[in-house]
């Protein structure tokens, strides 16, 4: 099992930015798929961005072009730029990675950062 510790949450401006930052406990290159979800109250969780196992980025609509996803191998790191921020964009951002072992295919969450956007 893999474990995942977010950090770089807080309290920004509308329009302002932040990075969240995932650190992975072993390699990411062997993830089925790594990235972000977030949750805001009373909603579901939902894809924010994420790469998949042939290192395409994937992105929500509503983030393209403010959010970029990145990831370092050396430091099996996995980062999310955030610019022009909304207070839509007000949750609780979580790192996600997929596993694969003998063909069963495992997830894995981090405990979450919040981010608040102020109006």
């Known amino acids: 099992q893999v474990q995942l510790v977010e950090s770089g949450g807080g309290l920004v401006q509308a329009g302002g930015s932040l990075r969240l930052s995932c650190a992975a406990s072993?390699?990411?290159?062997?993830?089925?798929?790594v990235g972000w979800y977030r949750q805001a109250p009373g909603k579901q969780r939902e894809l924010v961005a994420t790469?998949?196992?042939?290192?395409?980025?994937n992105y929500a609509d509503s983030v393209k072009g403010r959010f970029t996803i990145s990831r370092d191998i050396a430091t099996n790191t996995v980062s999310l730029q955030m610019n022009n921020l909304d207070p839509e964009d007000t949750a609780v951002y979580f790192c996600?990675?997929?596993?694969?072992?003998?063909?069963?295919?495992?997830?894995?969450w981090g405990q979450g950062t919040q981010v608040t956007v102020s109006s």
């Open positions: 996600y990675a997929q596993t694969q072992l003998y063909g069963r295919f495992y997830d894995a």
């Open positions: 072993r390699s990411i290159f062997s993830f089925n798929a």
């Open positions: 790469f998949t196992h042939r290192d395409v980025a």
